[in-house]
């Protein structure tokens, strides 16, 4: 089962910038579609942002088009997750999600994804 595991949140001012990572174990990662998630509190897990194995698809909320960028380094089994002018209503935990098994989809909903990273919160405050 691959683990995943996010990091580089934190608290940002609005306006400012911060990057996730995600780093994932085992060898299913290099040709899994991939995914970053958030969720926040008394809210359901929304979508945020998901690329093919190969990178030549992405998706993007509209909620954050324009904002977000994602990108993946197979080699090093890590995705991440470029986040620019923040807003507070960005703050929220965030999740990666990888999606096991070949294919050249990229998908939107968390029930697509097979294994979860534990979350990295990020609080856009002043």
């Known amino acids: 089962q691959a683990q995943l595991v996010e990091s580089g949140g934190g608290l940002v001012q609005p306006g400012g910038s911060l990057r996730l990572s995600c780093a994932a174990s085992?060898?299913?990662?290099?040709?899994?579609?991939m995914g970053w998630f958030r969720q926040a509190p008394g809210k359901e897990r929304e979508f945020v942002a998901a690329?093919?194995?190969?990178?030549?698809?992405?998706s993007y909320a509209e909620s954050v088009k324009g904002r977000f960028t994602m990108s993946r380094d197979n080699p090093k089994n890590t995705v991440y997750l470029r986040m620019n002018s923040l807003k507070p209503e960005d703050t929220a935990v965030y999740y990666c999600?990888?999606?096991?098994?070949?294919?050249?989809?990229?998908?939107?909903?968390?029930?697509?994804?097979?294994?979860w990273g534990q979350g990295t919160q990020v609080t856009v405050s002043s």
């Open positions: 690329v093919t194995w190969n990178q030549d698809k992405q």
């Open positions: 999600a990888a999606r096991r098994g070949y294919s050249g989809s990229y998908y939107l909903s968390p029930e697509e994804y097979t294994d």
């Open positions: 085992g060898s299913i990662f290099s040709r899994s579609a």
